[in-house]
């Protein structure tokens, strides 16, 4: 069963820093592309950062600049070093685990970040 743990959310002002960590399991997660989404309240959830098996990163061009994903394919984790926070960050993150041309996605459960004006 494959469970993806997402944690480090909180409460940070504007300018500060965050890092959020997704811990997988029941995945051969070395092979597999990992990504952070988000939503916000009445939007759609939308891509922060992926990062693929081989460690190729795209950003979405709002966090460009501020944000760095990165994974630790030993302790089977994805990280989101949040930089320079903005109130319009505020969104649940979320984990994201798939491979190209396999048929599965699998999701964490969320993390609350709130940026404070």
């Known amino acids: 069963q494959v469970q993806l743990v997402e944690s480090g959310g909180g409460l940070v002002q504007a300018g500060g820093s965050l890092r959020l960590s997704c811990a997988a399991s029941?995945?051969?997660?070395?092979?597999?592309?990992m990504g952070w989404y988000r939503q916000a309240p009445g939007k759609q959830r939308e891509l922060v950062a992926t990062?693929?098996?081989?460690?190729?990163?795209n950003y979405a061009d709002s966090v460009k600049g501020r944000f760095t994903i990165s994974r630790d394919n030993a302790k089977m984790t994805v990280s989101l070093q949040m930089n320079s926070a903005k109130p319009e960050d505020t969104a649940v993150y979320y984990c994201?685990?798939?491979?190209?041309?396999?048929?599965?996605?699998?999701w964490g459960q969320g993390t609350q970040v709130t940026v404070s004006s």
């Open positions: 990062i693929t098996s081989g460690g190729t990163t």
């Open positions: 029941g995945v051969t997660f070395r092979i597999n592309n």
């Open positions: 994201r685990v798939s491979r190209p041309g396999a048929p599965y996605v699998y």
